[in-house]
């Protein structure tokens, strides 16, 4: 299983509730961080880190030798990244979408692919719960080419918990499509609502089941409930602001670890997300 | 002219909330909404919205099932895994939110089946508020956040302000350090990294930190929740220290951040004359010697 947890809005609580989600499960579990941006997990499970891949994207290298200067090349590409003027041709790779056109137009195999650097991807683990994440080059634009890299180690035969960005564009899409459940996290505030409005939008377009954990649940109003409510959107946790949480999470400690109490709770969440998942298979709607 | 932008790497530090708050001591500044994916600051300013535009953001790909011959060379040549068989398994079939927009489909099909329309890929805006003129906008849902929506607001919000002879511009940015953050920073006068005293907000400051050095744009700190924990908020402060960065403000933990949002105020017409908003104005005044 897939479990990916979103949000919308930054900063609601995505990373708390996947991290302690895959904390209180504490086996047969891998928490793939694809927040590659700025990915934080790792501040909370401290995983020991195994492998580390440095990841490139294929980018043009021109050899003028073999250039006819014909333009094909420059024709083709819809980002700009390559520009012919006269006898010049000078690439751009921090603009290649990484498409391919330009080789395959060449007509004088004059065009090889070379890398550019993304970011790193690093696996490890962290007790018994297996641990993932990408981390994106300072410098480098697109995130979502990371994300997919980060995607390929979902292990098969366990829980997968993917910690997704903030917002609804590409880099949230190319972290939940395809996974078999959205947790989408908010708080119960106006910019908590109208970017969950938005989250569950891109959520509906992917076609997954989904279900909503509402964190620091007493600060705010009752918008997110009654927009929950008229959404079908199953309430499947609660967690009121604590300040005692604020200050494990600003010190990097885990909640399930520093108050069992939600140790037993996160394990409540997990399941009632098993059937979650189990009843949309069962309508044909997952 | 001078614009500000306001970044914070981790999302949820208060960047809006402080944007509004300093767009209403400003007064005579031109707003900018440069989140374009997920977009709160209208939500405080209330924007009247005065022109609408369509954002045209690339192109997709679509077959023309009539004149596919289902020979493959799309599905062949997708790099991006957009192409596959319908569910009849008899045509080849683009998915609309994989499509990159390449064209690489589109140049190289035998039978010339695929269209390549411009795709709508948001709007953007030009609004009165009480506090002044706003761009805005408002990227679809599951679309490319290629940048490009955020520069065309920016540079949309430096004309408005030439024509209206405003000096400053103040710019709420996107959270984390990618294409729209780098859409942001390029040309700023400064950016203030609002940031918490917590593991994480410490990490992705120093990320931002990282790609401000790497553009050349000067940029500033504010510690938001500054008491929530001692130890990282003394972090912050050596951080800044060891690499140039003044920090400009302290701002401890008030729920009247929450508050005010719910009711659609910005901090300073909910609290006035008290503590916090005395803090947040001295906040905007050591700003602007920096700016």
Known sequence: MIISVASGKGGTGKTTVATNLAASMGQ???????????????LFLKPEIE?????????PKIDEGKCSYCRKCADICR??????????????????????????????DAITETGRELGVVEEGFSNAVAFVHGRLRVGEAMSPPLINKVRENVKPGIVNIIDAPPGTSCPVIAAMKGTDFVLMVTEPTPFGLHDLRLAVGAVKLLGIPYGLVINRSDMGNDDVRTYALTENLPILM???????IAEAYSRGELMVDVMPEWRDAFQGLFKRIEEQVASCRLQGTG | MKELVVLSGKGGTGKTSLTAAFASIAKDSVLCDADVDAADLHLLMNPKVEKRTDFMGGNIAIIDADKCSVCGQCEERCRFDAVHLDDEGEKYTIDEIDCEGCGVCVDFC??????????????????????????HARLGIAEENSGKLVTLVRQEARKLAEANGRELIITDG?????????????????????????????????RVVELAAYFKVPCMVCINKYDLNADQAEAIEVFAQENGVPVVGRVPFDKQFTESMVIGETIMEFCKNNGLGTTVKQIWETIGKHL
């Open chain 1, 238 to 244: 609660e967690i009121p602001f604590d300040r005692g």
């Open chain 1, 28 to 42: 047969g579990v891998q928490l793939l961080d694809c927040d590659v941006e700025e990915p934080n997990a790792h």
């Open chain 2, 110 to 135: 035998p039978e010339g089946a695929i269209d390549f329309p411009e795709k709508k890929c948001g709007e953007w805006f030009i609004s009165s508020t009480r506090f002044g003129a706003m761009v």
């Open chain 1, 51 to 59: 492998k580390t891949e440095t990841v490139y994207l294929g980018v």
């Open chain 1, 79 to 108: 980002f700009k990244a390559i520009a012919v003027a006269g006898q010049t041709v000078l690439t751009f790779p921090e603009l290649c979408h990484s498409c391919g056109g330009c080789w395959e137009v060449c007509p004088e």
């Open chain 2, 174 to 206: 996107p959270p984390g350090v990618g294409c729209p953050v780098i859409a942001s920073v390029g040309g700023a006068t400064a950016l203030l990294i609002v940031t918490e005293p917590t593991v994480s907000g410490i990490h992705d400051m120093q």
